[in-house]
């Protein structure tokens, strides 16, 4: 059974990334009836936040895509904090330190700062490795006797891992193909801190094996971390997960890739829902406050990254979990871009009429305006492609409901003869007196009129206040003959 992990650590908000790692575990997870599971790994407890994790939870929810196991959720393998885990990590690394595979280092920062120096004289980088260790405070380098000792006066230590050199390893990643690396260039990776707790390394393999993780989808900053990752597996006897790196999200505004340190120059939000900075109580929107649907959000995510392997691009997330596969993951980081998430939402505005309807009855009530709701779906129906959130229906929708109170300054301002002006509006007045006051009657009136452009122009300021809106006609119709030669009275007394 395929099982899955999304694994955030709590030091702030997930970003766009972070929720597209989320969602690519969640789709293969659904895909092959598989698990998919929620991770905290907060080993890094000087950055810990704590109403981090449940952001975490609630935009996971707020997007659809829930785990089926893990933090906030239960199941096998709780606790699903990393940071209850301590004593299972322990266990494991004892095992590594009797099979040599890890060392007690007790340098202090002093000893390093001195080593480092002298490297610096020889022309070469410091990097507590294979080559170094040797020549350092470590197990590696002391009597049995003297590592005893050492331990037991309590003094602070680290524990490594200790890289067999030499080592030439090719890794299967299922999006980037074969990767050849040697373990001559990694560096003896800290298991565990100073202060006894595990890091990400050692905590990140001990509970993807444990927790049965069959597949490790996670963004391209990880990869590096895969080749030290293979050989703990290996020095564990495991067979490790199936790996994938994601691509990185770039900001096409801005420099690289997205991240929270450019947020001023990526022009929308980079978090899924509002995030309340703790020291300072700023709030930060997220695309749910702005006003976007999370299938939309959903669906444009999913296409970061990924592709169907043909043009279509709108999928609910059931066709997602369908057509979602690895294999058609990009290997290339790619663009975020405003215009195409805005154009995502728009898309799913359709299938979110009623929200509209919905919005707008509220709108109506509160101003206690009455309307039919025949009426209410007509004026939808006729404004609808003009918007791509729902709460940008009012702005083209108000003038069927309200009579403007004042009217746009600058054209009639350009208006030099106002008196024939009025003239000209009382004769066309008298036209509109028909019936039917439909649409193909108003047609043919405005038709036969001499100056056809500018008596639509100040009929619409008449009618709707300013120079916008729908075809004019199609507002008259709706309005009907008596309202609409109120508006344009009411119009007449004011110029
Ligand atoms: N805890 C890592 C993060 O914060 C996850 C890395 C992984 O998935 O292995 O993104």
Request: proline share 3%; with cysteine.
């Amino acid at each position: 059974m395929i099982r899955v992990r999304f694994a955030p650590s709590p030091t702030g908000p997930i970003h766009l990334g972070g929720i597209r790692t989320a969602l690519y575990n969640y789709l293969l997870a659904k895909k092959y009836n598989g698990k998919f599971i929620l991770r905290i790994e907060d080993t890094d407890q000087d950055r810990y936040l704590s109403h981090a994790e449940s952001y975490i939870l609630k935009s996971l929810k707020w997007c659809g895509i829930e785990p089926d196991e893990g933090f906030g959720y239960g199941g096998p393998y709780a606790p699903y904090q990393q940071s209850k885990r301590g004593h299972i990590y322990r266990l494991y690394l004892d095992f590594l330190l009797k099979k040599k595979y890890a060392y007690y280092a007790f340098d202090t920062d002093k000893d390093i700062k001195i080593k480092r120096k002298e490297c610096e004289k020889l022309g070469v980088n410091f990097t507590y490795d294979h080559k170094i260790r040797m020549s350092l405070n470590n197990s590696l380098t002391m009597t049995k006797e003297k590592l005893t000792k050492k331990l037991k006066s309590k003094i602070p230590y680290v524990i490594r891992f200790k890289v067999t050199p030499g080592l030439s390893l090719k890794v299967h990643d299922m999006i980037r193909g074969c990767i050849e690396f040697n373990t001559n260039y990694l560096d003896d990776k800290i298991l565990l801190k100073s202060n006894g707790t595990a890091t990400y390394h050692l905590a990140n393999t001990v509970d993807d094996h444990i927790m049965k993780i069959t597949h490790v989808l996670r963004g391209e900053e990880w990869i590096s971390s895969m080749f030290l990752h293979i050989l703990i597996y290996q020095s564990f006897g495991w067979s490790p997960p199936n790996f994938a790196h994601l691509p990185l999200i770039l900001n096409r505004n801005g420099k690289g890739k997205i991240s929270k340190r450019n947020i001023s120059s990526l022009d929308s939000p980079l978090f899924p829902i509002q995030w309340i900075e703790s020291n300072t109580n700023i709030k930060i929107n997220g695309y749910k406050e702005l006003g976007y649907f999370p299938d939309a959000f959903i669906n444009m995510l999913a296409l970061l990254g990924w592709n169907p392997g043909n043009n279509r691009e709108i999928f609910s997330l059931k066709e997602l979990i369908n057509f979602f596969s690895i294999k058609k993951i990009n290997k290339s980081g790619v663009f975020f871009d405003k215009k195409k998430a805005i154009w995502f939402n728009k898309q799913y505005i359709i299938k979110n009429k009623n929200k509209i309807f919905l919005f707008l009855e509220k709108k109506l009530k509160n101003r206690s305006i009455s309307y039919s709701n025949d009426f209410l779906w007509k004026v939808i129906n006729l404004t609808i492609d003009r918007v791509n959130f729902v709460h940008e229906i009012w702005n083209h929708t108000y003038y069927f409901f309200i009579e403007p109170n004042y009217y746009e300054k600058d054209f009639l301002y350009e208006i030099k003869d106002k008196n024939s002006i009025v003239e000209n509006i009382k004769i066309l007045l008298d036209k509109l007196n028909i019936d039917p006051f439909s649409f193909s009657q108003l047609k043919c009136i405005f038709q036969g009129l001499k100056e056809k452009k500018f008596s639509m122009q100040l009929i619409r300021l008449a009618i709707v206040g300013k120079l916008k809106g729908i075809n004019l006609l199609k507002i008259l119709e709706m309005l009907g003959k008596r309202h609409s030669i109120k508006r344009i009275k009411k119009f007449i007394k004011s110029i």
